[in-house]
């Protein structure tokens, strides 16, 4: 799979051919410590300083050169595809080299880094529920009111919550409508093609 990367992305590269081998590998070195601890901009002023160009400029080329690195760990790109993403750009081929030196020496940490990242949401645990329904009250002798109950467990790490929740059948059916428009919409090859990219 080819990363396909935005003409911004481009234009923050564009200072890696400005420099040598050996500053591009700190480069990748300060993209992977921006991505365990955060923006520093100290290093980038000492950075700017030495190569005589903007602080922002050398921001910009760590976050484009964190980018790269990300999505390609991300999608797990072969080494070929990466090659390949790469050659896109028009870099010397020992920037290229340099670069996807930087790929295959990072990628298994990148990959750690940004599960860390992930959230730890709720999901789901265990269902119950209960149809009551009333036949008649004091003033009305014929009536019937459907109440569904739902208890809903959702496990979060070793944690498990418990959530009471109670509607009427027809808001029931409404509900159960919109999953499954949204279970077939998660079937279109655009769809797809999204949780592809966010994997």
């Known amino acids: 799979m080819l990363l396909v990367l935005s003409d911004e992305h481009r ?7 400005q420099v040598e081998s050996a500053v591009v590998g700190e480069f990748g070195r300060i993209a992977i410590e921006f991505l365990r601890k955060g923006s520093n901009p100290k290093v980038y002023e000492g950075a700017a300083r030495k190569l005589e ?7 910009q080329a760590v976050e484009g050169l964190t980018y790269l690195l990300t999505e390609s760990s991300k999608l797990m790109v072969s ?18 080299k340099v670069l996807l030196q930087l790929y295959l020496d990072n990628r298994k940490e990148i990959r750690r880094i940004l599960s860390e990242l992930e959230p730890d949401l709720p999901h789901y645990h265990n269902l119950e529920w209960r149809l009551d329904v009333q036949l008649a009250s004091r003033s ?5 009111k459907p109440t569904m109950t739902m208890k809903l467990h959702l496990k979060q790490d070793d944690d498990i919550s418990t959530n009471i929740l109670q509607t009427d059948p027809a808001t029931l059916m409404h509900i159960i409508q919109e999953l499954e428009q949204a279970l077939a919409e998660m079937k279109t ?10 994997k």
Do not use: A, W
């Open 53 to 59: 160009v903007s602080s922002s400029t050398i921001q």
């Open 189 to 198: 090859n655009h769809c797809r093609r999204i949780v592809r990219n966010i």
């Open 79 to 96: 080494e070929i595809d990466f090659q390949d993403s790469v050659l896109v750009l028009g870099f010397p081929e020992e920037l290229n």
């Open 140 to 144: 009305l002798r014929h009536q019937v």
């Open 11 to 17: 234009e923050h590269l564009r200072i890696l051919t």
